[in-house]
T-cell receptor, first 117, second 116 residues
Framework: AQKITQTQPGMFVQEKEAVTLDCTYD???????LFWYKQPSSGEMIFLIY??????QNATEGRYSLNFQKARKSANLVISASQLGDSAMYFCAMRYIMNSGYSTLTFGKGTMLLVSP | NAGVTQTPKFQVLKTGQSMTLQCAQD?????MSWYRQDPGMGLRLIHYSVGAGITDQGEVPNGYNVSRSTTEDFPLRLLSAAPSQTSVYFC???????????????FGQGTRLTVV
């Protein structure tokens, strides 16, 4: 079974500091994709960054980077130079192939990040 | 480009009532899905569709029906609402796997449903 674990229910960081949100996953598939989504208080799900299981380089998108350690099955999100607008819930998700042959996403329970001035 | 549009944004139902949550996308994506989000549970897949006329169950399908008559629309029907269905519902669409370097799911704004 596919599983995403986010062990940090909440994280606090000061503005302009870097923060790492943890994500570990469990899968027996060789091909999968890892995503991070941001959910602000307004409720929408915003795609941040993607890492394919065969990508050798860690993904980066602006201030977001994904620290992908395949052997440890971890896909931590690093946010550099935190901003007040980064305060939100963050979800790690994995795209995998179901028994039906079609792919879907499984999500972790999320980490609430609060950025203080 | 509207992306994924869900209606309504908020809804209150009485136990036993039925209703349909609407979802439409204008990106010509074949793959659409419905998730529910409960506190402390993350998002869980209810139903999904890989194209018009093709639907299948996800992790938590009980109490919900779906149909896909067009590529654009994927409504979710609650047959007889129960308090346990109080949740936030998200519709999402994705291009086919392998069809994009970034095959992420595009989410609607969500529907907050309360069943009393």
């Amino acid at each position: 079974a596919q599983k995403i674990t986010q062990t940090q229910p909440g994280m606090f960081v000061q503005e302009k500091e870097a923060v790492t949100l943890d994500c570990t996953y469990d899968t027996s598939d060789q091909s999968y994709g890892l995503f991070w989504y941001k959910q602000p208080s307004s409720g929408e799900m915003i795609f941040l960054i993607y890492q394919g299981s065969y990508d050798e380089q860690n993904a980066t998108e602006g201030r977001y980077s994904l620290n992908f350690q395949k052997a440890r099955k971890s896909a931590n999100l690093v946010i550099s130079a935190s901003q007040l607008g980064d305060s939100a819930m963050y979800f790690c998700a994995m795209r995998y192939i179901m028994n039906s042959g079609y792919s879907t996403l499984t999500f972790g329970k999320g980490t609430m990040l609060l950025v203080s001035p | 480009n509207a992306g994924v549009t869900q209606t309504p944004k908020f809804q209150v139902l009485k136990t036993g009532q039925s209703m349909t949550l609407q979802c439409a996308q204008d990106m010509n994506h074949e793959y659409m899905s419905w998730y529910r989000q409960d506190p402390g549970m993350g998002l869980r897949l209810i139903h999904y569709s890989v194209g018009a006329g093709i639907t299948d169950q996800g992790e938590v399908p009980n109490g919900y029906n779906v149909s896909r008559s067009t590529t654009e629309d994927f409504p979710l029907r609650l047959l007889s609402a129960a308090p346990s269905q109080t949740s936030v519902y998200f519709c999402a669409s994705s291009p086919p796997k392998g069809g994009s370097r970034l095959p992420e799911a595009f989410f609607g704004q969500g529907t907050r449903l309360t069943v009393v």
